[in-house]
């Protein structure tokens, strides 16, 4: 089983930053995309933004120009730089990758960790 740790999270003024970082481990595995979702109190989970295993990336809307999405592919490991947080940023987010393994591909979830963005 390949585990997704999250780290990165925390509570930060309006216009600050912060950077997230999911790593994956476990053996004989292979990852194709990587991709952040973020889920707000009483509202659905949304995709923030995703990375091929090319290094194409896409955004959400409303963190475009703000939120940079990376990945380190040999230490299976994705990154997201927030910047410029606003209030309606605060969510936990959740890392996800398209993981391949001998028997199956699936799609791998972290365990979440919570951004708080407030004055």
């Known amino acids: 089983q390949v585990q997704l740790v999250e780290s990165g999270g925390g509570l930060v003024q309006p216009g600050g930053s912060l950077r997230l970082s999911c790593a994956a481990s476990?053996?004989?595995?292979?990852?194709?995309?990587m991709r952040w979702y973020r889920q707000a109190p009483g509202k659905e989970r949304e995709l923030v933004a995703s990375i091929t295993s090319g290094g194409s990336t896409s955004y959400g809307d409303s963190v475009k120009g703000r939120f940079t999405i990376s990945r380190d592919s040999v230490a299976n490991t994705v990154y997201l730089q927030m910047n410029g947080l606003k209030p309606e940023d605060t969510a936990v987010y959740f890392c996800?990758?398209?993981?391949?393994?001998?028997?199956?591909?699936?799609?791998?979830w972290g365990q979440g960790t919570q951004v708080t963005v407030s004055s």
């Open positions: 476990g053996s004989s595995f292979s990852i194709n995309a």
């Open positions: 996800n990758m398209l993981i391949y393994t001998i028997v199956r591909a699936y799609n791998g």
